[in-house]
């Protein structure tokens, strides 16, 4: 395996699968089967899920909702996500222990490095829930300083297009693949990738990105491996 600890960056609006809305079942089922692949290599794996899919501060906001408070609920809704593919890992036999930026008994320890880092080393999937913490950022933000505290090799940002693009694939069908980019590059030409909080933590401390389709099967394992799937940006 090219990487031996990793962080998965999932959103939460991947987790509403084909019903639009809330946590389908068989896509938590899908990616903890994902998961396991790579756990079964006995690759350390920690997880940061998004909470789009049941609550943004931003979108509370706009609808009246005060903005901290919008986004400590965007905060509670990454737990119970965390929640979700705590379970459904459990289901296939994977030890996994959630930890958060708000700690919240008896169901979720606050985040410590130590502590995070001893889990993987134990053999647990350390699913890493509540964004950072704080209001104003995003679980993307989240992803690269946990991925950073827990010394992660490279950050795995699980999405459901094929990687980087010189333009929307979803609604530019010219719009080309890039197999890597340079920091720098991917600045220069404005490509979003991650936010700009999120994708300085990454290029100030070396982080390796690699975005990637993680609704194919099997390619989780791939890019772990070191195979040519998605696009690296390091
Ligand atoms: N959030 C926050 N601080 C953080 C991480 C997340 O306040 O460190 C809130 C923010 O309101 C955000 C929501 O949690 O809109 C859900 O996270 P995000 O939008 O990143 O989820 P995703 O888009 O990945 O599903």
């Given at each position: ?48 899920i998004g909470g789009g899919n049941i ?13 901290v408070q919008g986004d400590y609920m ?37 985040m410590s490095r130590v502590r995070a ?118």
């Open positions: 395996m090219k990487y031996t600890r990793i962080l998965l960056k999932l959103s939460g609006e991947a987790l509403e699968g084909a019903q639009g809305y809330g946590i389908d079942p068989k896509r938590l089922a899908g990616y903890a089967a994902e998961i396991k692949t790579i756990v079964d290599e006995n690759v350390q794996v920690a997880i940061v609550f943004r501060g931003l979108q509370g906001s706009a609808e009246g909702v005060d903005r965007g905060m509670l809704a990454t737990v119970i996500n965390s929640m979700a593919l705590q379970d459904a890992l459990g289901k296939l036999g994977i030890r996994s222990k959630l930890l958060g930026g708000i700690a919240i008994d008896p169901i979720c320890e606050r880092i001893e889990y993987l080393e134990q053999g647990n999937v350390a699913i890493i829930s509540g964004g950072t913490g704080n209001p104003y950022f995003t679980t993307d933000t989240a992803s690269a300083l946990r991925a950073v505290e827990i010394k992660a090799d490279v950050i795995l940002k699980g999405t459901r297009v094929e990687g980087v693009y010189n333009a929307d694939p979803e609604k530019d069908p010219t719009a080309t693949k890039y197999d890597t980019l340079s920091f720098e590059e991917a600045y220069e030409k404005g490509l979003k990738i991650m936010d700009l909080t999120a994708f300085t933590l990454c290029k100030e401390n070396n982080l390796p990105i690699v975005v990637f389709n993680m609704n194919t099967p099997g390619n989780l394992k791939k890019v772990v491996k070191g195979e040519k799937v998605g696009t690296v940006v390091s």
